[in-house]
């Protein structure tokens, strides 16, 4: 696979610092000049933009969390007159106001220039179809894609997400060679695709940047196999710069950071303190090339870890691990930490029942109640009810010894549970409505 720059790319690790460094300094003075609530958030710690001199004093600074943005909306945080903002996204508000982020021209060139290096890394060049099935609007998955595609040279097909048989005629039709979407929707696709009587070898589907909601390894096998591509892992998030943050060679052994113009830590997520190198917690990420927002230490609530050792594909780039959720994800069942995530790998190795499900936690008489709602695999459906009974008991022993807790499993028949265009709901915590 091409390394889209590669100089930058394969830059060694004390050059790519020594640059850090000097594009840091740079955007603290910047956003201490132009950024009111940062120069406030400083100047309340102590700490002047002469005060960072290595990379590790980057830790001194104060970080930048949602709330930041939202008691700044909706422009409050911009370090550039309006005049020069040439795009504005937003990212969906489930709670409370969206957080609003913008880019000038230049921003958007570094957008789709890590996009670029994400797709190529992945098999994309300029003979490629790149279907973007991801929402185009306010949310940044599908532009972040298009834009990485027109850079390459790819023809670029915006089919945003949603209307499933259409994007299978598209995918067709127009010979598409590379799908971006969520793993939800690639694997709702995939079914798609078989409902309407074709099989893998209807399309031209090589590869596919899948990203936005956290998935396992499990679905990556599922999606490769039904689709017959390689799956790879993108990461994004709008805060920062929206798809092309981090993104997987072709050794798919991390996602490599483009750490030119994104610093990235790892903190513990209860003290704040930066963790030992290898270790797990929470991703922070500062901007030192955004021109519109350039966020320093914004905590993305990813929990993941940080691997800067020298990659296969020749990339100096850390790598970062599939997050294994959300700290905002993470529930908390009788006194336990459960991710999502750690239920899904179970139900993905266990035979029997598809990837689709649905987890549901109630507190009832002040106990907590886990439900795992699973729909149980096509060709197991013949089975008696003493099986499927057989069945449940084993998905229910198999979550008790991983997560030391009891859940109740509901077998429930293939395609009764919703499917996604988007990013799936799977977890619906009915504690917080008491
Ligand atoms: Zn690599």
Request: proline fraction near 4%; aromatic fraction near 6%; glycine fraction near 8%.
């Amino acid at each position: 696979m091409a390394i889209w720059n590669k100089d930058i790319e394969t830059m060694p690790r004390e050059k790519l610092e020594e640059l850090q460094l000097k594009r840091l300094q740079e955007t603290v003075n910047r956003v201490y000049e132009n950024v009111k609530p940062y120069r406030e958030k400083m100047d309340k710690a102590g700490i002047k933009p002469d005060d960072i001199k290595t990379l590790d004093d980057l830790s001194k600074l104060p970080f930048t969390v949602k709330q930041d943005l939202r008691d700044n909306y909706p422009y409050g945080m911009f370090a550039v007159p309006m005049e020069q903002v040439t795009e504005i996204h937003a990212s969906s508000g489930t709670t409370g106001k969206q957080t609003v982020v913008g880019l000038t021209e230049k921003d958007v060139d570094i957008w789709a220039e890590i996009a670029a290096r994400a797709l190529s890394a992945m098999g994309v060049d300029k003979n490629s179809v790149v279907q973007t099935s991801y929402g185009f609007g306010l949310f940044t998955g599908g532009f972040g894609a298009h834009y990485g595609a027109r850079k390459i040279g790819a023809v670029a097909i915006p089919t945003s997400s949603g209307n499933s048989k259409r994007q299978i005629n598209i995918m067709k039709d127009f010979g598409s060679t590379f799908l971006c979407c969520t793993p939800s929707y690639a694997l709702s696709l995939s079914e798609t695709l078989v409902d309407m009587g074709f099989t893998k070898d209807d399309i031209k589907l090589q590869g596919g940047a899948f990203g936005a909601e956290p998935w396992t390894e499990e679905i990556r096998q599922e999606i490769q196999e039904k689709l017959g591509i390689n799956a790879y892992d993108i990461y994004g998030l709008s805060e920062i710069m929206g798809p092309g943050v981090g993104y997987e060679c072709a050794d798919q052994s991390g996602m490599h950071i483009n750490e030119d113009h994104f610093i990235v830590e790892v903190i513990d997520p209860e003290t704040g303190e930066v963790v030992p190198d290898g270790s797990m917690g929470e991703i922070v990420f500062t901007c030192i090339t955004k021109e519109a927002l350039p966020l320093i230490r914004y905590r993305t609530r990813d929990i993941a870890t940080i691997n800067k050792g020298m990659c296969r594909c020749g990339r100096t780039f850390a790598r970062m691990s599939k997050p294994m959720g959300r700290s905002d994800d993470m529930l908390i069942i009788r006194g336990v930490n459960v991710f999502p995530s750690q239920i899904e790998e179970v139900l993905m190795k266990t035979e029997g029942v598809a990837p689709h499900y649905q987890i549901i936690v109630d507190r009832i008489n002040n106990k907590d109640m886990l439900d795992v709602l699973v729909e149980v695999s096509n060709k197991d459906l013949t089975d008696e009810i003493k099986s499927l009974e057989a069945l449940s008991k084993k998905v229910s022993a198999e979550i008790l010894s991983v997560l030391g807790i009891k859940a109740n499993i509901k077998l429930v028949e293939p395609k009764t549970i919703a499917r996604s265009e988007g990013k799936s709901v799977r977890v619906i915590d009915k504690r917080q409505l008491h």
